[in-house]
């Protein structure tokens, strides 16, 4: 097996990455790679609540993450790389050798217009979705797995909410 | 004077929390004990300004979420620990709220534990291979 998922969820771990591709996927481990979450152990000790005690979570600073990224590429057992916005997710692509990205949740803010139910872009945040494709990546979106895997310039033409 | 543990805020995916009031509020015409919110497509950060603002306008302690994973859960755990004498339960069923807004106590830690432990009882299975 391998890191079966590369998400992008400003949520982090919450009952979609858990329960939702957790279970159907058999995940052992969760990389989670966030600057802020990596160094604040009450953050860490929130997010491993989430979890059920026979999943691992490895939480790891950007830095770290593109020098252990191949190490759990060879793991036995499945595991999903999780990211909670694009620039840190570009990273991984650029440096850690990411070629398949799900955007999974990026959720409503000022500034940001709604794309899908579940994916809400700045035009910043559009053009970083494209310069992923443009480096190799894969994107697609995808909130669950029994939803369509909805390809990149679909979502970026689509509109919801009005 | 009233003898009641105050409101509670439930909070969960999709219409979850607005599914069970209505289920109190059919049992036991206490629906309007419970302040419902749904989350669909905030982000973590939204999702906390929402649990503060009903905290603050409710006065609300307690808050009940679905599933201990769930974003409603992360963002009360954060948002209560600015909020002294707060609880937060997770993974709420009927039988815990109903336990709750039955409660005769004043104390809403009090009531919520209590409701805990019931709700956590109140699971049962029957049947299965002959």
């Known amino acids: 097996m391998t890191l079966v998922l590369n998400r992008i969820d400003d ?17 052992h481990f969760i990389v989670l790679v966030d600057d802020a979450v990596a160094s604040s ?15 691992e979570v490895r939480f790891l600073s ?41 955007v999974g949740g990026i959720h409503h803010r000022a500034g940001r217009v709604q794309h899908l139910r579940y994916v809400f872009l700045t035009p910043d945040e559009q053009r970083a979705l494209r310069d992923l494709a443009e480096q190799g990546a894969v994107v697609t979106a995808q909130d669950v797995p029994a939803a369509r895997a909805v390809p990149l310039e679909e979502l970026l033409a689509a509109r919801e909410g009005g | 004077m009233s003898n009641a543990p105050g409101l509670a805020i439930v909070a969960g995916h999709a219409d979850f929390a607005a599914g069970l009031t209505s289920a109190v509020e059919a049992i036991t015409g206490h629906g309007d004990r419970l302040v419902p919110i749904q989350v669909r497509g905030l982000c973590g950060e ?70 805990a432990e019931r709700g956590r009882t109140a699971v049962s299975v029957h049947g299965g291979p002959a």
């Open chain 2, 46 to 115: 939204d999702i906390q300004a929402l649990l503060r603002e009903k905290l603050k306008d409710s006065g609300a302690l307690v808050i009940f979420t679905d599933l201990q994973a769930g974003s409603c859960t992360m963002a009360a755990r954060r948002v209560l620990r600015e909020v002294p004498g707060s609880v937060l339960v997770a993974g709420v069923n009927l039988p815990m709220l109903l336990d709750f807004v039955l409660s005769s106590g004043t104390d809403p830690v009090a009531a919520a534990t209590a409701a």
């Open chain 1, 11 to 27: 949520r982090l771990i919450h009952g979609q990455v858990v329960v939702g591709w957790g279970q159907p996927l058999d995940v």
């Open chain 1, 62 to 102: 950007v830095s770290d993450a593109a020098a252990h990224l191949d190490d759990y590429r060879t793991e036995p057992r499945a595991g999903i790389l999780l990211t909670g916005d694009i620039a840190t997710m570009s990273r991984l692509v650029a440096v850690a050798g990411v070629r398949d990205v799900n």
């Open chain 1, 41 to 55: 152990e009450w953050e860490q000790e929130l997010y491993r609540m989430g979890v059920p005690p026979e999943m």
